[in-house]
């Protein structure tokens, strides 16, 4: 037998040309999904084809799922790369070393099975090469892991004992395309299909339906290869396919995403049609649906499961687009690769604008200069026009489909020119999409990715300079906005630019979900876990919401950045600004809600009467009267918006009265006794001037802190310029802070303690002054902090850290939550009255890193203390300290002391998105600077 198809750069042969990707036609179909042999090779050549043929027997074999990846059920072990090959870069060569798959399926055909007509084998999805028999007939080997392939099989089929005999190898010549940023994971991985072909039967079509918004109708055309009728009685369609019928309609948009459902009869099949109207243009150099230019509010999306990777489930796919549209996301890339055809049609249904990927990225050529790069080889370009002819037949009479994109980070040459050449003229309705072209030869969009403020801004402004053509084309990020880990940073200033600037049409964060897989081990595994010879750690990890699909802090962020509402309290005004940040929706769907809060508790509430304000309209809408007055504590107001399934989709806030500051003067003293100071309710060591106990409860001491775990944006990437601070504040010691004691004076009405704060090998440091009052049941800390030295670096944080031996378990605070919060990440913070268990507060980032700050706090009540801050501060309550959570790679190397460790932080640096993108703005910069923040700490009573 020989193996030479694993090499050949062509796509494969025996398939049957693309066509349109449909469900729920009137012929019958059989699934072939379920339990399969399965026999595990080490190489290409291990086994002849005898396996194949009928009669073999596979008892001794063992069984996997299809769909699913040989690696995740037990055999192998999977491999992360983000860019590298993980196989020597010889093209189109791959490994003797052949992790191969052999798999057996036998069925019967179900009752009832047409005995005439003809049918189709198809497979949905393959990695990376597969060579197919059925009833020990060779049908033929493909290539193009995301795509659909069919094969004629009618002719095979015998009424029982059929045996599918598929031979799947992790590497080959089609592995150079599919260097993706995700785990390399064979196997048969989407549904394996059995399709009766009745004479007559719907072969492709193509669905067009524009959109006249001047007119408000539609334009319907099915062209079909099969020729039928196309009906669709709520719109009183009923036309012969090739003809062009115009009527009323409602049309598609992302927000308001009407389909009509209508039939293609041929007479031998009925295939149902989901037609949505709409129609997208290059105009006035924006990109425009029905129209009206669209502001992309988007994310990257591969598909994950933690058990079952690629192989996702209809549950699954529902979910990924119900949280998305609950979180305010209007746009996906499908990165990198088209996705299961199910997930357009849940697109269409929901309405989400897609960028639809092919599935092509040749990244790992970059380590060569690009040479050799099969793009811009001759030889490669059958095989990329495969997979773009794949993509396009499969997925075009999805109207959620707004662009095409060649692919991703596979740098340039004339392959993708002749994909672009191929697809405008296969599709002249829709656009073309790719982010390596940076002189937009073969686009329709200037795309980018990771660029900063600055430069996004100047791009906004027409200052970019670059081609002519380029200059006149809207720009998009396609990736930003690097969500790995604590973040992404600088969402909320990247959206005011696009809201500013009309060129720039929105963005797509990078991605949407961390890629852990379950592991018994660690919680979640990611690249280096399975002994992998390459791999990029947790770079893997770097999405909006968890493996589990939990929602990040940063997809909670990301949702109140993009609300489409936006909502402006002016307290001192007593009016609320609405402004309706939609691009096609107005707001009569939406009911609005005030209420007026003390400490964080609303003590009224009403409706607001709001306008249906028309997309960009805004309005001016008058608040009740003040209720009562607050008796000192601070009052404020949040209005909110909510829909008709009672989901917030917008919310404001503003203080109305801020609280009243006590003016009782601390009159204790300090007293000496045996080894300690008295002063006030609280006890200090009268060596160190360490605080030791406040009334029965137990402290370890407050100490200028300044370390933080770095979080994977802090580290940086490798490639990325500019500082990476997690490394610079390690190489200047910031991790190992001294504290030198100074002197401690017991004056006539203060404690004060001075000491200097510095690192080994360093001559830079902190002088940090503690200074005590108290009264009979409070005690006063101000810290004062002067920088020595030269400072070339921000501060990881400024604040204290005490402990509470006795432990914690509940927190109850007044202030920004319910989430965590910096700098750069706050949008989403809302002032109220929090209840939470120390547990609850900590964010499990799949690898520890700083996480569970909460904002804004003007008190906090945990541990037997309550908390004060003068006016506020940052909280953050852990059961191990910032050098334990430094040191966990995985979630299960922490382990609770008996301890609870608070840090009562001034200030913190921002957190940016320099794992891959932009570091922080200078505005959430902590430079080092003179210093002074205070707290007011009483015990708790019962």
């Given at each position: 037998?020989?193996?030479?198809?694993?090499?050949?750069?062509?796509?494969?042969?025996?398939?049957?040309?693309?066509?349109?990707?449909?469900?729920?036609?009137?012929?019958?179909?059989?699934?072939?999904?379920?339990?399969?042999?399965?026999?595990?090779?080490?190489?290409?050549?291990?086994?002849?084809?005898?396996?194949?043929?009928?009669?073999?027997?596979?008892?001794?074999?063992?069984?996997?799922?299809?769909?699913?990846?040989?690696?995740?059920?037990?055999?192998?072990?999977?491999?992360?790369?983000?860019?590298?090959?993980?196989?020597?870069?010889?093209?189109?060569?791959?490994?003797?070393?052949?992790?191969?798959?052999?798999?057996?399926?036998?069925?019967?055909?179900?009752?009832?099975?047409?005995?005439?007509?003809?049918?189709?084998?198809?497979?949905?999805?393959?990695?990376?090469?597969?060579?197919?028999?059925?009833?020990?007939?060779?049908?033929?080997?493909?290539?193009?892991?995301?795509?659909?392939?069919?094969?004629?099989?009618?002719?095979?089929?015998?009424?029982?004992?059929?045996?599918?005999?598929?031979?799947?190898?992790?590497?080959?010549?089609?592995?150079?395309?599919?260097?993706?940023?995700?785990?390399?994971?064979?196997?048969?991985?989407?549904?394996?299909?059995?399709?009766?072909?009745?004479?007559?039967?719907?072969?492709?079509?193509?669905?067009?339906?524009?959109?006249?918004?001047?007119?408000?109708?539609?334009?319907?055309?099915?062209?079909?290869?099969?020729?039928?009728?196309?009906?669709?009685?709520?719109?009183?369609?009923?036309?012969?396919?090739?003809?062009?019928?115009?009527?009323?309609?409602?049309?598609?948009?992302?927000?308001?995403?009407?389909?009509?459902?209508?039939?293609?009869?041929?007479?031998?099949?009925?295939?149902?049609?989901?037609?949505?109207?709409?129609?997208?243009?290059?105009?006035?150099?924006?990109?425009?649906?029905?129209?009206?230019?669209?502001?992309?509010?988007?994310?990257?999306?591969?598909?994950?499961?933690?058990?079952?990777?690629?192989?996702?489930?209809?549950?699954?796919?529902?979910?990924?687009?119900?949280?998305?549209?609950?979180?305010?996301?209007?746009?996906?890339?499908?990165?990198?690769?088209?996705?299961?055809?199910?997930?357009?049609?849940?697109?269409?249904?929901?309405?989400?604008?897609?960028?639809?990927?092919?599935?092509?990225?040749?990244?790992?050529?970059?380590?060569?200069?690009?040479?050799?790069?099969?793009?811009?080889?001759?030889?490669?370009?059958?095989?990329?026009?495969?997979?773009?002819?794949?993509?396009?037949?499969?997925?075009?009479?999805?109207?959620?489909?707004?662009?095409?994109?060649?692919?991703?980070?596979?740098?340039?040459?004339?392959?993708?020119?002749?994909?672009?050449?191929?697809?405008?003229?296969?599709?002249?309705?829709?656009?073309?999409?790719?982010?390596?072209?940076?002189?937009?030869?073969?686009?329709?969009?200037?795309?980018?990715?990771?660029?900063?403020?600055?430069?996004?801004?100047?791009?906004?402004?027409?200052?970019?300079?670059?081609?002519?053509?380029?200059?006149?084309?809207?720009?998009?990020?396609?990736?930003?906005?690097?969500?790995?880990?604590?973040?992404?940073?600088?969402?909320?200033?990247?959206?005011?630019?696009?809201?500013?600037?009309?060129?720039?049409?929105?963005?797509?964060?990078?991605?949407?979900?961390?890629?852990?897989?379950?592991?018994?081990?660690?919680?979640?595994?990611?690249?280096?876990?399975?002994?992998?010879?390459?791999?990029?750690?947790?770079?893997?990890?770097?999405?909006?919401?968890?493996?589990?699909?939990?929602?990040?802090?940063?997809?909670?962020?990301?949702?109140?950045?993009?609300?489409?509402?936006?909502?402006?309290?002016?307290?001192?005004?007593?009016?609320?600004?609405?402004?309706?940040?939609?691009?096609?929706?107005?707001?009569?769907?939406?009911?609005?809600?005030?209420?007026?809060?003390?400490?964080?508790?609303?003590?009224?509430?009403?409706?607001?009467?709001?306008?249906?304000?028309?997309?960009?309209?805004?309005?001016?809408?008058?608040?009740?009267?003040?209720?009562?007055?607050?008796?000192?504590?601070?009052?404020?107001?949040?209005?909110?918006?909510?829909?008709?399934?009672?989901?917030?989709?917008?919310?404001?806030?503003?203080?109305?009265?801020?609280?009243?500051?006590?003016?009782?003067?601390?009159?204790?003293?300090?007293?000496?006794?045996?080894?300690?100071?008295?002063?006030?309710?609280?006890?200090?060591?009268?060596?160190?001037?360490?605080?030791?106990?406040?009334?029965?409860?137990?402290?370890?001491?407050?100490?200028?802190?300044?370390?933080?775990?770095?979080?994977?944006?802090?580290?940086?990437?490798?490639?990325?310029?500019?500082?990476?601070?997690?490394?610079?504040?390690?190489?200047?010691?910031?991790?190992?802070?001294?504290?030198?004691?100074?002197?401690?004076?017991?004056?006539?009405?203060?404690?004060?303690?001075?000491?200097?704060?510095?690192?080994?090998?360093?001559?830079?440091?902190?002088?940090?002054?503690?200074?005590?009052?108290?009264?009979?049941?409070?005690?006063?800390?101000?810290?004062?902090?002067?920088?020595?030295?030269?400072?070339?670096?921000?501060?990881?944080?400024?604040?204290?850290?005490?402990?509470?031996?006795?432990?914690?378990?509940?927190?109850?605070?007044?202030?920004?939550?319910?989430?965590?919060?910096?700098?750069?990440?706050?949008?989403?913070?809302?002032?109220?009255?929090?209840?939470?268990?120390?547990?609850?507060?900590?964010?499990?980032?799949?690898?520890?890193?700083?996480?569970?700050?909460?904002?804004?706090?003007?008190?906090?009540?945990?541990?037997?203390?309550?908390i004060d801050g003068e006016p506020d501060f940052s909280l953050t309550a852990r059961r191990w300290t910032s050098e334990q959570l430094d040191a966990a790679e995985h979630l299960t190397d922490l382990t609770p002391t008996g301890t609870v460790w608070l840090n009562l932080d001034h200030a913190q640096q921002g957190i940016g998105s320099q794992s891959c993108g932009p570091g922080v703005l200078p505005q959430y910069r902590l430079t080092p600077g003179p210093a002074e923040f205070s707290f007011t700490f009483r015990e708790l009573t019962s």
């Amino acid at each position: 037998m020989s193996f030479s198809y694993v090499e050949d750069v062509l796509p494969g042969h025996g398939a049957l040309p693309p066509r349109a990707w449909y469900a729920g036609s009137s012929a019958a179909s059989l699934s072939l999904n379920g339990d399969w042999r399965f026999r595990l090779s080490p190489t290409a050549d291990a086994h002849d084809e005898s396996f194949a043929a009928q009669g073999y027997d596979a008892g001794a074999w063992s069984e996997v799922a299809v769909p699913g990846h040989w690696v995740l059920q037990g055999h192998g072990a999977p491999i992360y790369t983000n860019h590298l090959y993980p196989f020597p870069v010889d093209p189109p060569h791959v490994p003797t070393e052949n992790p191969t798959g052999d798999h057996l399926r036998t069925f019967d055909l179900p009752d009832g099975w047409p005995a005439e007509g003809g049918a189709t084998l198809r497979f949905d999805g393959v990695e990376s090469c597969a060579r197919v028999w059925l009833n020990g007939t060779d049908l033929g080997e493909f290539k193009g892991s995301r795509l659909p392939h069919e094969f004629t099989v009618g002719h095979l089929l015998k009424p029982a004992g059929n045996v599918l005999a598929v031979r799947v190898h992790q590497w080959s010549a089609g592995s150079y395309l599919e260097d993706q940023d995700q785990w390399w994971l064979p196997g048969i991985f989407r549904d394996v299909t059995l399709l009766h072909r009745p004479a007559d039967c719907a072969l492709d079509f193509f669905v067009h339906a524009s959109y006249d918004h001047t007119a408000g109708t539609g334009a319907l055309r099915v062209d079909s290869d099969a020729d039928g009728r196309i009906t669709v009685p709520e719109l009183g369609v009923d036309a012969a396919t090739g003809e062009t019928v115009t009527v009323p309609v409602e049309p598609w948009t992302a927000e308001t995403p009407r389909l009509y459902t209508g039939t293609l009869d041929t007479g031998g099949e009925r295939v149902p049609l989901r037609v949505g109207f709409r129609t997208v243009e290059l105009s006035d150099g924006l990109i425009k649906v029905n129209g009206t230019p669209v502001l992309f509010k988007g994310v990257n999306r591969h598909e994950w499961h933690p058990e079952h990777g690629r192989a996702l489930d209809p549950a699954t796919m529902r979910r990924d687009v119900e949280l998305m549209k609950r979180h305010h996301i209007n746009a996906v890339r499908t990165s990198h690769y088209p996705p299961h055809p199910a997930f357009l049609d849940l697109c269409d249904e929901y309405g989400l604008w897609v960028i639809d990927e092919c599935d092509l990225e040749t990244h790992g050529f970059v380590e060569q200069g690009w040479r050799d790069n099969p793009v811009d080889d001759d030889r490669w370009t059958p095989a990329l026009l495969d997979r773009a002819a794949r993509m396009v037949e499969r997925d075009k009479n999805h109207p959620s489909v707004v662009l095409w994109s060649l692919g991703n980070e596979a740098g340039t040459g004339r392959g993708l020119t002749a994909m672009a050449e191929w697809i405008r003229g296969r599709d002249p309705e829709r656009l073309v999409h790719y982010e390596g072209d940076l002189d937009c030869r073969d686009t329709d969009v200037y795309s980018r990715m990771y660029a900063d403020h600055a430069e996004v801004e100047r791009i906004g402004r027409g200052l970019d300079g670059g081609p002519a053509r380029r200059r006149a084309l809207p720009f998009i990020l396609c990736e930003y906005a690097h969500a790995m880990g604590n973040g992404p940073g600088g969402l909320a200033d990247y959206q005011r630019l696009f809201e500013t600037h009309d060129r720039l049409q929105g963005a797509f964060v990078w991605e949407w979900i961390d890629h852990g897989i379950a592991d018994e081990r660690y919680g979640y595994a990611y690249g280096g876990d399975f002994g992998e010879e390459l791999h990029d750690g947790n770079f893997v990890c770097d999405g909006l919401v968890f493996p589990d699909r939990t929602p990040s802090p940063g997809l909670t962020e990301f949702k109140k950045v993009i609300e489409p509402v936006r909502i402006d309290v002016d307290a001192p005004a007593g009016t609320v600004r609405i402004t309706n940040r939609y691009d096609f929706r107005d707001l009569s769907g939406l009911a609005f809600s005030w209420a007026y809060e003390v400490e964080g508790e609303a003590v009224e509430a009403g409706s607001l009467v709001v306008p249906p304000l028309a997309p960009g309209e805004h309005a001016e809408v008058k608040l009740p009267a003040t209720p009562a007055d607050g008796r000192g504590k601070e009052t404020q107001w949040t209005v909110r918006a909510i829909d008709a399934d009672d989901h917030e989709v917008a919310w404001g806030q503003a203080v109305a009265d801020p609280a009243t500051v006590r003016t009782e003067a601390f009159g204790g003293r300090p007293v000496r006794g045996q080894g300690s100071i008295a002063l006030g309710p609280a006890e200090f060591d009268a060596r160190t001037g360490e605080l030791r106990r406040l009334g029965g409860v137990e402290v370890v001491s407050p100490l200028l802190d300044v370390w933080r775990a770095p979080t994977d944006n802090d580290n940086g990437a490798s490639w990325q310029g500019g500082e990476r601070l997690g490394l610079l504040w390690r190489q200047f010691g910031l991790h190992r802070m001294r504290h030198r004691l100074v002197g401690v004076e017991p004056g006539d009405d203060a404690l004060t303690v001075r000491t200097r704060v510095a690192p080994a090998g360093r001559d830079i440091g902190l002088r940090a002054v503690y200074r005590w009052i108290a009264d009979a049941d409070r005690l006063r800390l101000t810290v004062s902090v002067r920088p020595e030295g030269d400072w070339r670096l921000p501060l990881p944080r400024l604040g204290i850290r005490l402990g509470l031996p006795g432990g914690a378990d509940a927190v109850r605070w007044f202030g920004g939550g319910p989430g965590e919060a910096y700098p750069d990440t706050r949008a989403a913070s809302r002032v109220g009255l929090w209840h939470s268990d120390v547990d609850a507060l900590q964010t499990p980032y799949v690898r520890p890193q700083e996480n569970g700050a909460r904002a804004d706090v003007r008190w906090a009540e945990t541990g037997g203390l309550r908390i004060d801050g003068e006016p506020d501060f940052s909280l953050t309550a852990r059961r191990w300290t910032s050098e334990q959570l430094d040191a966990a790679e995985h979630l299960t190397d922490l382990t609770p002391t008996g301890t609870v460790w608070l840090n009562l932080d001034h200030a913190q640096q921002g957190i940016g998105s320099q794992s891959c993108g932009p570091g922080v703005l200078p505005q959430y910069r902590l430079t080092p600077g003179p210093a002074e923040f205070s707290f007011t700490f009483r015990e708790l009573t019962s």
